[in-house]
């Protein structure tokens, strides 16, 4: 069951309006890296959860990945001003003008719509846990891009609150990851000499690294006291 509150999770404000910047922003709305497909990736891949506090973890970061979707919709909304003017519309940014009437759309920088395509969910606890994290990972470069290429003070506080929150959430990630050795795909890890072997075959070439004492991923966890 899910309950909105009619407040956002981190109030959000523009120094002016950026038609051109809001479609930049779309990315991070409706984007395979945006906050839409976070929270509906977490919320699938919690139904085939069996620990309790891992699938709570994945249900808590889902809701507030909707609270950030709805902070980037509202900064778009504001970017993209009063006045349709799809004559200077940039790519991405045209169907603002011309369909939603200025509303942020729920698709991507290039004006491509949002697909659950992008969903990446696979069952094993391990697999879904490590694509979280380099998802984490990689929409927090994103905000990193999109963080070089605006001055408005008012945006650059809500880019910088979300790209420490994505920071937030692989760490816990990586956290959920640790509490799971030894099971589904971690399981039985590096048993086989396959496992152990490592081919060279880039030339010149160079073993640089080494596969001969194969241990499942892991993760120094965060230093608790401090």
């Known amino acids: 069951m899910f309950k909105h509150e009619k407040r956002l999770l981190r109030d959000v404000r523009v120094d002016a309006p950026n038609p051109a910047y809001a479609a ?21 891949q919690s139904f085939r959860i069996k620990d309790k506090e891992i699938k709570d973890l994945f249900l808590d970061i889902a809701a507030e990945e909707l609270g950030h979707m709805e902070m980037i919709a509202t900064t778009i909304n504001m970017l993209n001003g009063h006045d349709p003017n799809a004559m200077n519309a940039t790519v991405g940014g045209v169907e603002a003008h011309v369909l939603t009437g200025l509303g ?24 879904d846990l490590l694509t979280n994290i380099a998802a984490e990972q990689r929409a927090k470069v994103v905000y ?48 086989t000499e396959d496992s152990k072997l490592y081919f060279d075959l880039s030339s010149p070439g160079g073993q640089y690294f080494h596969a001969n004492n194969p241990q499942p991923p892991s993760f120094n966890p965060p230093n608790q006291g401090h």
């Open 104 to 127: 942020p759309i729920l698709g991507n920088a290039s004006g491509n719509l949002y697909t659950t395509a992008y969903v990446d969910q696979t069952g094993d606890l391990a697999a």
């Open 24 to 44: 930049l922003l779309q990315e991070q709305l409706g984007g395979p890296q945006g906050e839409l497909n976070a929270a509906l990736q977490y919320f699938a």
């Open 144 to 191: 990193e891009y999109l963080y070089r290429q605006i001055h408005d003070k008012g945006v650059r506080e809500t880019i910088d609150f979300l790209l420490n929150r994505e920071e937030a959430h692989n760490t816990m990630f990586r956290e959920a990851f640790n509490r799971i050795k030894d099971t589904g795909s971690n399981k039985d890890w590096g048993i």
